[in-house]
């Protein structure tokens, strides 16, 4: 249980993983690759944060809605696969950060995630990522990410 | 031809694949996945919903949109494998809903491909999800999907 | 070097991979399957677009932009694999395209992308492709492309 010790280190807890608000589940494993839906900063069952960066939200607000977006990801990659000491990459994440249209920093978003990341899992947990700026998210997110993992 | 019987019984008909808008292909299988081409929602070789969720076009045809958007995914899959009965799992859904900026109920759209497909596949047909809000989509279509299944 | 000599012949350099603009890497190889993390039209160390589609750069520079965004997804990848001839398949393209919200020829701008692909690689290069409208790319970037590759 490496990985769940040094998300506590960190201040967190894996929650039970946020409901899907739709007709869809959490992950599908394929073979060595788990698959996450969209994750949203939900916390024990709230959605912590909202709003659109930056008129809605502080860019510092939003970093932290991205690190819950990527802890909701492993909390429900280890609803799939029972210990998170068995992922062996982190393969990809696609962050979408709800933002204005003059908005340029998403990567700055997006680097709540990538680095809570790395501190987690090391060297396996660098990834290639995408971030783009969305005009909405669902319930006025500022943040959605999505994972992919190996195992 | 299960699922094909069951696409007839929900007043369908999987026409022939919608024509890439541009320089690229329906389908690519690598191994056991099939990657679609983001689908928008043709019918017959017509777009039949364009228009920004909510103000020009009603979250009721929207969701009709996205149903018809996972349909010709399953029409490009159709072409790539043959028979939809050799489809082992419906994978992944990207849905992006051309949305206003204070749109917020994109899961309730997204659920016509998600509840549509699972309608059609039970059990195999649950897959994971994103649903973002795009500000603009190719010919003003009111939804994109594409789509990752294991065959 | 079959590869890269079209791409000479194409006008092109491979340069230096452009650095992520954050805590994350080019690229990630799971199997055969190599991601690519969303790649923005850097050329020699320095953004050559920015703008919105169509109002602050034109269709013509954006196709451009989404070329050189496609080159910068085979730079990473070649750093990855070592030799770009080693690519058994293009499989994926996602094109984000920073638009108003009134754009709709986003397939145009992707085929800069698609059209340089097949140039550079025949069928094999013939890929599927999503193209949607974003509200705002890191750096105001005109186009963000994120490929997925088979080797």
Redesign the interface.
Known sequence: MNIENKIHELGYTLSTPPK?????????R????V????QLPFENGNLKYTG?VPEEISEEEAIKAAEICALNCLSVIKAEIGDLDKVK?I????V?V???????????I??GA??FL?KLFGDIG???????????????APV?I?M?V?V
Do not use: C
């Open positions: 899907p608000l739709a007709a869809y589940i959490p992950t599908v394929i073979g060595n690759l698959f996450t839906a969209g659109k990459r393969v990809k994440l696609t979408f709800n933002s204005s249209s003059s908005y340029v920093k998403h990567p700055k997006a680097n990538s680095e790395v660098k990834h290639a990522r995408s971030a783009v700026g969305v005009s909405s998210l669902p319930l006025n959605e999505e992919i190996e």
